[in-house]
């Protein structure tokens, strides 16, 4: 078995002794190394500590403790009084960094594993999920619970959350770059809001490894730019609370109550931003393939890719932007278009002929993922829209970008909507509802980008203002 540290001590060492029994206590796999009977040990243990011999000195996945203590121990390796958590994700994954906020929340210890840095992380994964890379993975106790909501991890780590009881002024229903907004400007005009967010803040624009069209940075990662959007909100006083999904909103005399899977929250006004989701292909194979090869974020999932060939789905600005961003580490990137032209913009068209490891097949139309005899992706059939002939294209994996579908199922019949599912908005983002607003990526007119999404919150706090006035 491999061990899953390096133990750097002496058998005289007290901490050595009390770190060894803590370790053994909670079956934690170690290697031993005696720094009296081994030289180059010693020599180890000096350049960890800068020249000193600090024992214990450990090493655990590359990273180094110098004499902790129990409590340190506990913090690194997962270790809580209801058992030991390990967490294997990567910092681009929105629902791990939901995971990881819930559980510090609430006071868990866990012990994190990129799989973006450790190989033996990404086949444990997938060996877990049979074959597909579903982050997080969460091993409790030595159950794996592949992506668990809060829900699962507060009833097996037998969390106790404390009720919400607090009354706000308005309740945003999305974390992405409109309800951010909307909560910057409220807290601005002293109006005391709560940002309930199913995943992770920041939503689409979080999965973009890069935006170049937003005002005041030539270029800038997505992560980065709703980080700092969030960061404002908390310092205006905004409370963000992840992994809350909405599944309800009800008017009860002067006040909404809005109810999520396990909690309830009450406001005077609502702002519905819960943004888009990528639409799916709706083809054979779709679902036996999404998590282990086919995809729907080019950040996300892109580095399993490395030196790979991947297809991409779709020609609008999304498929060429992420096709043009995988091209810079995969072997290889065929663009599928079901038009004879590009619907993006020029930006992007004057760009791919420079780039040499992309390939284009216009006026192609995907009709099916080919598995292999292990269930695994054997390749996309496509078909000339010309001419009607069918093609097999091969590939390592595949990402879809066609289009995105509104994330307004929870709020069907409480506000009106078109035939595509936008919620329709009047004046300062007003819904048909009183009280009740729309802004962002689900609202009928929207403009998927960033910076109109920003725009929008502005637009709904200033019929937050009218409104609660």
């Known amino acids: 078995m491999i061990k899953e540290l390096k133990f750097y001590g002496a058998d005289w060492c007290p901490d050595c002794r009390r770190a060894k029994s803590f370790l053994r206590d909670n079956n934690i796999e170690f290697e031993y190394i005696d720094v009296d009977l081994d030289q180059e040990a010693t020599l180890i243990v000096e350049k960890i500590n800068g020249g000193k011999r600090i024992i214990p000195t450990l090493e655990i996945q590359g990273k180094t403790l110098s004499n902790p203590n129990n409590g340190i121990l506990a913090s690194v390796l997962g270790i809580n009084d209801v058992g030991r958590v390990i967490l294997y994700g990567a910092d681009w994954c929105p629902d791990c960094r939901r995971a990881k906020t819930y559980l510090a929340d609430n ?3 866990f012990q994190f594993i990129d799989v973006d840095e450790h190989e033996f992380a990404t086949a444990k994964v997938e060996s877990i999920n049979h074959g597909k890379r579903i982050i997080p993975t969460i091993l409790i106790n030595g159950k794996p619970y592949s992506n668990p909501d809060n829900a699962i991890l507060r009833n097996v780590l037998k969390i106790d959350e404390q009720k919400e009881e607090k009354f706000y002024d308005s309740i945003i229903v999305g974390g992405g770059a409109a309800g951010l907004t909307t909560a910057i400007y409220a807290q601005r005009d002293r109006f005391d809001t709560l940002i309930l967010e199913s995943k992770t803040i920041g939503g689409n624009a979080f999965l973009t490894e890069k935006i170049e069209n937003y ?17 404002q909100a908390l310092t205006y006083g905004a409370t963000i609370k992840t992994g809350e999904e909405v599944v309800d909103i009800k008017k009860d005399g002067g006040h909404f109550i809005v109810k999520t899977k396990y909690n309830q929250f009450t406001a005077k006004s609502v702002v519905l931003a819960t943004g888009s989701t990528y639409q799916k292909l709706n083809i054979p194979g779709e679902d036996e393939l999404i998590g282990s090869a086919v995809h729907f974020c080019a950040t996300c999932d892109g580095a399993f890719y490395r030196d790979k060939e991947v297809i991409v789905i779709g020609g609008g600005n999304s498929a060429l932007e992420e096709g043009i961003f995988l091209s810079g580490f995969t072997k290889k990137v065929k663009i599928i278009n079901r038009n004879a032209q ?3 913009s020029k930006t992007y068209t004057d760009k791919l002929p420079d780039v040499k490891n992309i390939e284009v097949w216009h006026n192609r139309e995907a009709i099916e ?6 269930g695994g992706f054997a390749g996309l059939l496509v078909r000339d829209r010309s001419t009607g002939a069918e093609e097999l294209i091969l590939a390592n994996g595949v990402f879809i970008f066609i289009g995105l579908v509104p994330n307004n199922q929870s709020f069907e019949g409480l506000v ?7 919620i329709t908005t009047t004046g300062l983002a007003k819904t048909s509802v009183p009280g009740i607003f729309a802004a962002g990526d689900n609202r009928e007119g929207a403009i998927a980008q960033v910076a109109a999404a920003t725009g929008e919150g ?6 937050l203002r009218e409104y609660l006035h």
């Open 369 to 374: 993922f080919k598995l292999d005899e292990k």
């Open 107 to 109: 006071h868990i210890n």
């Open 416 to 422: 009106d909507m078109n035939t595509s599912g936008f």
């Open 215 to 231: 005002p005041g940075f030539t270029s800038i990662s997505g992560p980065a730019l709703m980080d700092k959007m969030a960061d």
């Open 342 to 344: 590009f619907k993006g």
């Open 458 to 463: 502005v637009l709904a706090s200033y019929g």
